[in-house]
């Protein structure tokens, strides 16, 4: 089993003096940012688990560590499309690298004759 672990720095939003507080994020590797804290350094966009997650479905813990990240197989997802459309599949891997492999590329997700070109815009882990 591989288990890589990485870690996104914390940011604290513009605005408030240093020294103050000030809410914080990061920048998830899909380029979108996921609050972490409030300005009273609390925990924001926490799920069940006490993840924060990123909208394409990446998670991370309060400091900035991706959550979890072991290589599985077989994996149930549901892939989200640029579209609305979803996509109920399983794949083997890391969660990072099930979210870089589908989030911001395109797929034919065509049947037949029928071309449909969409693009990964979410991955969410249903098992
Ligand atoms: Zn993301």
Not at 51 to 70: I, K, M, N, T, Y
Not at 81 to 109: K, L, P, S
């Amino acid at each position: 089993m591989t288990v890589t672990l990485k870690k996104v720095a914390l940011r604290r939003e513009d605005g408030p003096p240093m020294g103050t507080p000030a809410p914080c994020y990061l920048v998830c590797p899909c380029g979108r940012k996921v609050a972490i804290c409030d300005a009273r350094a609390q925990p924001v966009n926490r799920n069940d688990a006490g993840e924060h997650v990123c909208e394409c479905g990446q998670a991370f813990d309060s400091r900035g560590w991706l959550q979890p990240d072991e290589f599985k197989p077989m994996r149930s997802i549901r892939v989200t499309w640029d579209d609305g459309d979803t996509t109920t599949t399983t794949i083997n891997g890391t969660r990072a690298d099930i979210i870089a492999y589908y989030v911001g590329n395109y797929f034919n997700v065509g049947a037949g004759e029928l071309d449909a070109m969409k693009q990964g815009k979410r991955v969410e882990f249903l098992d």
